[in-house]
């Protein structure tokens, strides 16, 4: 709180206690009191004044400056109230009591919201839990009476089964810590069982499948890996074109090992590029050659953020796209992340 602030709000206190000491200075004129003692007078009341005023103004000033200081240097403006100490004055005890209200009555309200989310979530997942086992019956119809309708239903059950996957994940990546165990994987293994999981979709678009140095070790969650890789092999046979050739390959640095999954596919308009880690967004391929709903690169993005991973994209148009996931060398950056 500014001086020139305090005093405008006291103007009326001043104006006052000015034509006061101006009446009394006149009153002891008149009864031809010394001008000296006048003069006395009214700088003894004038002192007075200002001593009260300070006394007012130095605790406010106090106050509002450690407020201001708090409220600023603070990420999560709403523990304000636990810093800021009880004021001795009036007007700070009502606004301390204010704050106080205010920031219970948020804290309330977030409680509610997370229960509701909470509940929510926990339908999301059981619902998603339960799909499953039609989807998996029709699947397995499908297998066993092959013909060429069933076909097409089983390539339809599989993209399905694709954004029930995305749902789950998506429920799932607000709680990552509670689902989340840093293991020790070897990326070959693990690439090889994503492709025997892939084997019917990769079959029917005759894809060609190239393993180049994936014999390494690198330390993450074997599931959310898992999903991350089936969601970008997932993009590479949905944009593909004719004789499909999907490449995956490692890269050892001194600080980290990089996976990539290289495609022939119709790759990303430039323009596009920056925005495909956009929740929701589709872009020009999402709308001319698949439906898309522009949760997958999303996920796959704000999943590696979560668990210490880099994860990025490159690509050129009609000629392919490449993704990278970069695994730290130090395994202990993924455990405090």
């Known amino acids: 709180m500014k001086l020139t602030t305090f005093l405008k709000n006291k103007i009326w206190f001043l104006i006052f206690h000015l034509l006061l000491i101006a009446f009394i200075s006149l009153l002891l004129s008149i009864f031809h ?15 007075t004044d200002i001593v009260i005023l300070m006394i007012e103004y130095i605790p406010k000033r106090n106050f509002y400056s450690k407020l201001d200081k708090v ?11 636990e810093l ?3 004021p001795n004055f009036e007007e700070g005890i009502i606004l301390h009591d204010v704050i106080y209200q205010a920031v219970k009555s948020m804290n309330d309200e977030i409680a509610k919201y997370k229960i509701s989310q909470n509940e929510y979530k926990e339908y ?6 339960e799909i499953k086992t039609p989807i998996f019956c029709i699947d397995l119809i499908c297998e066993n009476t092959k013909n060429q309708v069933t076909k097409s239903i089983s390539d339809e059950i599989s993209k399905i089964n694709n954004f029930v996957e995305q749902a789950l994940y998506y429920a799932r990546s607000t709680a990552l810590e509670k689902d989340y165990v840093i293991r020790r994987l070897n990326l070959e293994e693990t690439i090889k ?48 074109k004719d004789n499909l050739i999907i490449t995956f390959s490692a890269i050892e640095n001194n600080n980290n090992l990089e996976l990539l999954l290289s495609d022939n596919g119709i790759g990303i308009p430039e323009k596009d590029i920056q925005k495909v880690f956009d929740k929701g967004f589709t872009g020009e391929n999402g709308r001319k050659y698949a439906k898309s709903t522009g949760i ?42």
């Open 33 to 47: 009191v010394n001008f000296y003692v006048i003069l006395f007078i009214a700088m003894l009341i004038l002192i």
């Open 71 to 81: 409220l600023e240097n603070l990420d999560k403006k709403y523990y304000i109230h």
């Open 84 to 86: 800021i100490e009880k």
């Open 124 to 129: 999301i997942e059981t619902w998603i839990h």
């Open 193 to 240: 069982k994503l492709i025997k999981s892939q084997a019917k979709q990769l079959i029917r678009c005759k894809a060609d499948m190239k393993l180049e140095n994936l014999d390494k070790i690198v330390f993450c969650d074997t599931k959310w890996l898992d999903f991350i890789l089936g969601q970008v092999l997932s993009n590479s046979i949905k944009y593909k």
């Open 296 to 337: 997958g690169l999303y996920l796959c993005k704000n999943l590696c953020t979560k668990m210490g991973l880099g994860f990025a994209i490159s690509s050129q148009l009609d000629i392919g796209t490449t993704v990278k996931i970069i695994f730290p060398k130090d395994k202990t950056i993924l455990f405090e992340s």
